[in-house]
């Protein structure tokens, strides 16, 4: 079974502070992995994605990706009250069109 | 109209009902999918087309079936549903074959489903 792990949270931060959110994955034959943030009461948007080892960076956030571990990692900088959201991630499943998706990590951003 | 737009917003519906689900997105994408997001859930697949074609079908029960007339237009036909059906239904689509391409999804609002 291929599957996509998150810890649910709630995370908790200051505004400010950096935002840590991980995820591991199960299939080693996964290549490319997602960030997508969904709001309460919305709908899923794309954040990131990374398909190379090492870091990624857009803005405030970097992707982390370590195929060896298995692992994947999104760190939101100075976070703010306007990132609190769940964030999902999700990796490819060999199949070019087939996400697997973890069930996502809540984030709160404290002002 | 932008982006990937989903009627109705809300269903309500009882288990002998026969209703659709209606997505239409105006990106000029080439592939289109319907996701079921339910809570405590991961994001599950239903359908997935490209080009029209139907490339992805997850095992889905039968009293849901997909149509996509073209490459704009998506529909789900609901029909004899279980309350457990209930959730919210997640229209997608997104452009490139790659696997990284393929995977950039454009989201609906979504249609919120009750089956009583």
């Known amino acids: 079974q291929k599957e996509v792990e998150q810890n649910s949270g709630p995370l908790s931060v200051p505004e400010g502070a950096i935002a840590s959110l991980n995820c591991t994955y199960s299939d080693r034959g996964s290549q490319s992995f997602f960030w997508y943030r969904q709001y309460s009461g919305k709908s899923p948007e794309l954040i990131m994605f990374?398909?190379s080892n090492g870091d990624k960076e857009d803005g405030r956030f970097t992707a982390q990706l370590n195929k060896a571990s298995q692992y994947v990692s999104l760190l939101i900088r100075d976070s703010q009250p306007s990132d609190s959201a769940t964030y999902l991630c999700a990796g490819n499943a060999g199949n070019n069109r087939k996400l697997i998706w973890g069930l996502g990590t809540s984030l709160a951003v404290n002002p | 109209e932008t982006g990937v737009t989903q009627t109705p917003r809300h269903l309500v519906m009882g288990m002998t009902n026969k209703k659709s689900l209606k997505c239409e997105q105006h990106?000029?994408?080439?592939?289109m999918y319907w996701y079921k997001q339910s809570a405590k859930k991961p994001l599950e697949l239903m359908f997935v087309?490209?080009?029209?074609?139907?490339?992805e079908n997850n095992s889905v029960p039968s009293r849901f079936s997909p149509e996509c007339p073209n490459s704009s237009h998506l529909f789900l036909h609901l029909h004899t549903l279980q309350p457990e059906d209930s959730a919210l239904y997640l229209c997608?689509?997104?452009?490139?074959?790659?696997?990284?391409?393929?995977?950039?999804?454009?989201f609906g609002a979504g249609s919120r489903l009750t089956v009583l």
């Open positions: 997608a689509s997104s452009q490139g074959t790659g696997s990284s391409g393929a995977n950039v999804l454009t």
């Open positions: 990374i398909y």
């Open positions: 087309y490209s080009l029209e074609e139907r490339v």
């Open positions: 990106l000029g994408h080439n592939a």
